[in-house]
């Protein structure tokens, strides 16, 4: 009896386990990583891959500098 | 700080797909999935107009607002890109693009959708720059090695325009200008029509 007992406790308690239920909400802490700034002397980046004649320096003025002028080469009027 | 813009210059642009073509190549997006795309209206019909279209990056994007994984995200420079390791692949946020943005690769013979692929300006994704598996995932980071993407920069005709916004939109305003136009194609009168005192209202005053 005091077996019994103990069999139907735990499977009680096991079967309860499964009426658990995580947190859905979105509460700010997702698991997206954060991304490295554009600009960021990265150890994976190829340098020979680097636009010509520039080289990326962690500065972030010079690599707007550097995005303006590439722009600009969009553009016939100014050439 | 720079904000990353795209403009398509209808009058320049000729069909040919190479913006579609050089993205596909610099990014190795497969079969099925078209980042970018040439949309032509009144096609076949005398001046008919063609535009290329890809993720606006909106400045508040939409995907952005009904991602249930929260999975977008916005740099400083105004690009939208996502974490394909968080993208369940539920579709949402194609339903919320008004431009037909967010691609899913399908393969299998129950057409089995993948994790949304998009535009990323070239900027890769949430991966080190230049990396290995940022490549594999979200194609190449050009914004990371001084360039724009490559579907503007080897746009032949440089109807599309790509990069600082500011930049790009005064390029705009001058071939507008050169072409005799004025604020019917770029200011108020795009909503309410060409102006009809133009030059008295562009002069300056004279005391």
Known sequence: ?79 | MARMKFICDAERCIECNGCVTACKAENNVPWGVNRRRVVTLDDGVAGEKSISVACMHCSDAPCMAVCPVDCFYRTDEGVVLHDKDVCIGCGYCSYACPFGAPQFPSNGEFGLRGKMDKCTFCAGGPEANGSEAENAKYGRNRLSEGKLPACAEMCSTKALLGGDGDVVAEIFRTRVLNRGKGSEVWGWGTAYGKPTQTSAIAAPLKK
């Open chain 1, 1 to 79: 009896m005091n077996r019994l007992g103990v069999v139907l406790s735990s499977a009680v308690a096991a079967a309860l386990l499964g009426c658990g239920e995580k947190p859905q909400s979105l509460d700010g802490s997702s698991s997206r990583k954060a991304d490295e700034q554009a600009w960021a002397v990265s150890s994976t980046a190829e340098p020979a891959f680097a636009a010509k004649g520039w080289k990326a320096t962690g500065d972030k003025a010079a690599w707007e500098q550097q995005i303006r002028q590439r722009g600009q080469a969009q553009n016939d009027y100014a050439r």
